[in-house]
C-alpha cells in the first residue's frame, strides 16, 4: 500500500503519530533534544486526554521557538530545510482530532520527505507525488529510508493502535538519530 494510501485510511491518532514522527525526525533542525517532543508521544496513549495536546504543543513551540524566519531570505537547502520543519511545527494543529489532524499529517509527510531530498547529497529525478504513490527506483537513499519510516509507522498504528506507539517511537528515534549525523557533517563540511 503506498504511503498516500495508508494516510487516507489512518485513524486519529495514527494520524497524529505519523504528523509527530516526521516532525520529530526532523528536531535537529531545530535545535531541539531528543526529549522535547517526547510529552506530544505521551498525548497518544489510551490514558491521556486529547484536550491536553494543545497546550503541550504550546509549550514546545515555546522552547523551540515558532519563527519561520531566522536569518536572510537567500536560504541553501539546509535553510530551505530549517524552514520546512519550523512550518510542520508551526501549523500542528491545536486538537489532534478532525480534518486538521490528517491535512497536518500529509503535509508533514510531505515536508519531512522534501527535506530528507534536500539534504541528501543525491538528485532525485521524481516528483514527491510519485514517491509517495509508491514509485521509489532510483530514490536517493536518505529520501528512501525516510519514505520507509513514514510507512513503517502507519503501518504499526493501523494494526496496533495505541499498542504500537513505542515501535513508532523506536521508528522515529532511528530517523532523527540519522538527520543529526547528516546535519552534523554537513555543518563540518562547511568549516
Known sequence: MSLVDLIAQADERGLAASGLACLDRCVPLLGGDDEILRPLWGNLTEASDT???GGILDRIRGKLGDSEADGDSEADGDDEAVLLARRMLAAAPAERTGTQIR???DACS??????HR???PADDPATL???RAGRTEAMPPLAAAELRRQITVLEVLAEHGAGGL???LEVSVEGRRVLR???SRRARGRK
Not at 510531505?110 to 527535506?115: K, N
Open 181 to 183: 549525523a547528516v546535519v
Open 166 to 168: 513505542r515501535r513508532a
Open 129 to 131: 507525488d510519485s514517491r
Open 103 to 105: 491535512v497536518w499529517a
Open 51 to 53: 484536550a491536553d495536546w
Open 118 to 120: 534536500l539534504l541528501d
Open 110 to 115: 510531505v515536508a519531512s520527505l522534501q527535506i
